[in-house]
């Protein structure tokens, strides 16, 4: 049934594709961190184009990733962009959650008083110094945890990659267990991974969380 | 205001599957997008039912429950919620019968999906039930009332709306993380988009449809769910001024 020497044997592949996942998540996590902190400015910067983002977010927001992947991957290259799987894919886990981020950067903006605003024309300072000197630092640590909680998000989807062939966690057990039809062992580390590094990232949110609050 | 909008939405949508449909050149995956989306929705329904039903047990039974049921809810939330939905797939579909339990593609979907919404559920509504204030349960104790009175007359009743918009959150992943179980040969919405950009390879109707049919559904679900939560707040406030 569960075959130890076998699941040593595929020990150091799944270990190696762990790597790709990794990658995929740091990178993905940087675009969507990024890019929703745009999209919340620029809500903030031009409520005019606040209905825009708003449709973009919700666009975003009420369709599946893996269409969005297949999206990127498939229908890009018809209009001459060819990106190849693992960008495709970043790329398209960056965008998707960039559109959750940028609502907890707003959130995080509404939550620094109207008076911060207020004090800075008083003191004569220009919007851009403002947001950027003022804005920003009180806006930013209130809503690490919740940004944090989209990294572990982020993370769990990234097995979705493995349906355009990128080479990591998942597709590699998937490969292991098509070239020796064992897919208990593969499938089951891949599963166990997930929920170690799940764990351990949430508590190493929880601590810089009650950091954040001490400080 | 905000139903409105998505109700904009909802129509703009429509009005363009059906401008889009009545080109020839995206009429022809129509009949087939159509019936992956059915069986898309049929996991969305049923998986909805199951997730509600193991978040309702898996909370009470983490906030009343004698310690060792305590503690199997507790790890059935965390397992659930800390690996990812797809490996939850795979592991039900390929893991499962080398134990010896067959269980079908369609099964599989269901319960795969319903219980990893329903685990991300059970905190809901425990959140929920926390949140209801103390002095209903201590006025539903000078009532002598019984436990179970309590949380069915009283408790359940309020956290039923505090827990209508993170619901309806749950419900849009679910109908997201349907478009897994193409993963399991199971020919949902997005199995026959495959198939389609596959063997036409007409990539761009295909996908652009199956994103506006995706699209659809869940406007529906957020339309409906905020609909629901305007109608129990409503209720809410008549409680409160009476």
Same mark, same amino acid.
């Given at each position: 049934?569960?075959?130890?020497?076998?699941?040593?044997?595929?020990?150091?592949?799944?270990?190696?594709?762990?790597?790709?996942?990794?990658?995929?998540?740091?990178?993905?996590?940087?675009?969507?961190?990024?890019?929703?902190?745009?999209?919340?400015?620029?809500?903030?910067?031009?409520?005019?184009?606040?209905?825009?983002?708003?449709?973009?977010?919700?666009?975003?927001?009420?369709?599946?990733?893996?269409?969005?992947?297949?999206?990127?991957?498939?229908?890009?290259?018809? &209009?001459?962009?060819?990106?190849?799987?693992?960008?495709?894919?970043?790329?398209? +886990?960056?965008?998707?959650?960039?559109?959750?981020?940028?609502?907890?950067?707003?959130?995080? *903006?509404?939550?620094?008083?109207?008076?911060?605003?207020?004090?800075? +024309?008083?003191?004569?300072?220009?919007?851009?110094?403002?947001?950027?000197?003022?804005?920003?630092?009180?806006?930013?640590?209130?809503?690490?945890?919740?940004?944090?909680?989209?990294?572990?998000?982020? *993370?769990?989807?990234?097995?979705?990659?493995?349906?355009?062939?990128?080479?990591?966690?998942?597709?590699?057990?998937?490969?292991?267990?098509?070239?020796?039809?064992?897919?208990?062992?593969?499938?089951?580390?891949?599963?166990?991974?997930?929920?170690?590094?799940?764990?351990?990232?949430?508590?190493?949110?929880?601590?810089?969380?009650?950091?954040?609050?001490?400080? | 205001?905000?139903?409105?909008?998505?109700?904009?939405?909802?129509?703009?949508?429509?009005?363009?599957?059906?401008?889009?449909?009545?080109?020839?050149?995206?009429?022809?995956?129509?009949?087939?997008?159509?019936?992956?989306?059915?069986?898309?929705?049929?996991?969305?329904?049923?998986?909805?039912?199951? &997730?509600?039903?193991?978040?309702?047990?898996?909370?009470?039974?983490?906030?009343?429950?004698?310690?060792?049921?305590?503690?199997?809810?507790?790890?059935?939330?965390?397992? *659930?919620?800390?690996?990812?939905?797809?490996?939850?797939?795979?592991?039900?579909?390929?893991?499962?019968?080398?134990?010896?339990?067959?269980?079908?593609?369609?099964?599989?979907?269901?319960?795969?999906?319903?219980?990893?919404?329903?685990?991300?559920?059970?905190?809901?509504?425990?959140?929920?039930?926390?949140?209801?204030?103390?002095?209903?349960?201590?006025?539903?104790?000078?009532?002598?009332?019984?436990?179970?009175?309590?949380?069915?007359?009283?408790?359940?009743?309020?956290?039923?709306?505090?827990? +209508?918009?993170?619901?309806?959150?749950?419900?849009?992943?679910?109908?997201?993380?349907?478009?897994?179980?193409?993963? +399991?040969?199971?020919?949902?919405?997005?199995?026959?988009?495959?198939?389609?950009?596959?063997?036409?390879?007409?990539?761009?109707?295909?996908?652009?449809?199956?994103?506006?049919?995706?699209?659809?559904?869940?406007?529906?679900?957020?339309?409906?769910?905020?609909?629901?939560?305007?109608?129990?707040?409503?209720?809410?406030?008549?409680?409160?001024?009476?």
């Amino acid at each position: 049934m569960w075959d130890w020497t076998f699941t040593f044997e595929i020990l150091p592949v799944l270990a190696r594709a762990a790597i790709m996942t990794v990658e995929a998540t740091a990178l993905g996590f940087v675009i969507a961190a990024t890019l929703g902190l745009v999209l919340a400015s620029i809500r903030l910067a031009f409520p005019a184009a606040g209905v825009v983002v708003t449709i973009f977010v919700e666009l975003i927001r009420s369709t599946p990733l893996l269409i969005q992947i297949f999206f990127l991957y498939f229908v890009l290259p018809k &209009a001459g962009i060819v990106l190849d799987a693992f960008t495709a894919g970043v790329a398209a +886990i960056g965008i998707h959650y960039a559109a959750y981020c940028s609502e907890v950067y707003r959130a995080g *903006f509404e939550n620094v008083p109207r008076g911060q605003w207020e004090a800075s +024309i008083a003191l004569n300072l220009s919007p851009w110094n403002t947001f950027k000197d003022i804005i920003l630092p009180q806006a930013l640590p209130p809503v690490v945890p919740a940004l944090g909680n989209y990294l572990i998000a982020l *993370f769990k989807e990234t097995p979705l990659l493995s349906a355009i062939a990128v080479l990591e966690l998942m597709q590699t057990a998937k490969n292991i267990g098509s070239e020796t039809f064992r897919y208990t062992e593969p499938v089951t580390l891949v599963g166990v991974f997930f929920l170690v590094m799940s764990l351990v990232s949430a508590g190493i949110i929880r601590m810089l969380e009650s950091w954040l609050q001490r400080r | 205001m905000w139903i409105r909008m998505l109700a904009v939405m909802l129509a703009a949508t429509l009005l363009l599957i059906a401008l889009l449909s009545a080109n020839p050149e995206y009429r022809l995956f129509m009949p087939g997008l159509l019936e992956g989306a059915v069986l898309t929705v049929e996991i969305t329904l049923l998986g909805a039912v199951l &997730a509600v039903f193991m978040a309702l047990v898996a909370a009470l039974a983490k906030l009343y429950g004698p310690l060792p049921i305590r503690w199997l809810s507790t790890t059935y939330i965390e397992i *659930f919620r800390g690996t990812s939905a797809l490996v939850q797939l795979f592991w039900l579909y390929f893991v499962l019968p080398q134990f010896g339990v067959f269980l079908d593609a369609f099964l599989v979907a269901v319960l795969a999906l319903g219980l990893n919404i329903g685990a991300y559920g059970a905190e809901v509504v425990r959140g929920a039930i926390i949140s209801v204030a103390r002095g209903q349960w201590e006025a539903a104790i000078a009532l002598n009332m019984s436990k179970a009175q309590m949380l069915r007359r009283i408790i359940l009743p309020q956290a039923f709306t505090a827990m +209508i918009p993170p619901w309806g959150n749950l419900f849009i992943e679910l109908v997201k993380s349907t478009s897994l179980v193409s993963l +399991i040969t199971l020919a949902d919405l997005t199995f026959k988009a495959q198939q389609m950009n596959q063997s036409t390879l007409k990539t761009v109707p295909v996908f652009t449809l199956v994103l506006l049919l995706y699209l659809a559904i869940s406007l529906t679900v957020t339309i409906g769910m905020r609909l629901l939560e305007q109608r129990a707040s409503k209720g809410l406030t008549r409680a409160r001024v009476a």
